[in-house]
């Protein structure tokens, strides 16, 4: 059974930072391109950052570069969000996302508030 858990997200003040985290299972992680998308609230689901299997593509949105990091532990196995000096346009859903040509799996998301 395939399941992808995200935690770590929350209210936190502009400027602030949090980290989220997305256990996988049930598929070969070492395998899979890992990607985070976010969704606000009357928009649609963007794509927040993107890794390779292989750690040789590594990409952001231009709305983040600079103040997110998306890394992965194959041992884990677990992908990480790493979000700093976040501003309120940040307030979205996130999600996790598991893709390859075989496969698109999806996480149930995390909340992530940004406001004083």
């Known amino acids: 059974q395939v399941q992808l858990v995200e935690s770590g997200g929350g209210l936190v003040q502009p400027g602030g930072s949090l980290r989220l985290s997305c256990a996988a299972s049930g598929f070969t992680f070492n395998t899979a391109v890992m990607r985070w998308y976010r969704q606000a609230p009357g928009k649609e689901r963007e794509l927040v950052a993107a890794m390779s299997n292989s750690y040789g593509f590594i990409n952001y949105a231009d709305s983040v570069k600079g103040r997110f990091t998306i890394s992965r532990d194959n041992a884990k196995p677990t992908v990480y969000l790493q979000m700093d000096s976040l501003k309120p346009e940040d307030t979205a859903v996130y999600y996790c996302?598991?893709?390859?040509?075989?496969?698109?799996?999806w996480g149930q998301g995390t909340q992530v508030t940004v406001s004083s």
């Open positions: 996302n598991a893709y390859s040509s075989r496969y698109n799996y």
